[in-house]
Nanobody, 125 residues
Framework: QVQLVESGGGLVQAGGSLRLSCAAS????????MGWFRQAGGKEREFVAH????????YYADSVKGRFTISRDNAKNTMYLQMNSLKPEDTAVYYC??????????????????WGQGTQVTVSS
């Protein structure tokens, strides 16, 4: 089992920045990759970014490309999401997720085996 705990959410004005963290514990050696998803009120959970645990290969949703940066610190078993130039439409609960294999598409929630509890990000206009 792997446990994930997010932190770093909050309220920020449009154009501002936030950095989210996701600390992993447990059987982290079994992880293949981790990712960030978000869910706004009344909408489905959507893919934001993905990073492979060893190679550090990254993927981004088009809506955040150029503004968000995903990274990881293997020594600390922690993943980050640096969010710059935030927009009101970025307002959502952000979830970190982890997957143990390459099975499934990285853009889909079903490919992930473990989830954090979520952290609220609110961007005011």
């Amino acid at each position: 089992q792997v446990q994930l705990v997010e932190s770093g959410g909050g309220l920020v004005q449009a154009g501002g920045s936030l950095r989210l963290s996701c600390a992993a514990s447990g059987r982290t050696f079994s992880l293949y990759a981790m990712g960030w998803f978000r869910q706004a009120g009344g909408k489905e959970r959507e893919f934001v970014a993905h990073i492979t645990w060893r190679g550090g290969i990254t993927y981004y949703a088009d809506s955040v490309k150029g503004r968000f940066t995903i990274s990881r610190d293997n020594a600390k078993n922690t993943m980050y999401l640096q969010m710059n130039s935030l927009k009101p439409e970025d307002t959502a609960v952000y979830y970190c997720a982890a997957r143990s294999s390459v099975r499934g598409t990285l853009y889909s929630t079903v490919a992930y085996d473990y989830w954090g509890q979520g952290t609220q990000v609110t961007v005011s206009s």
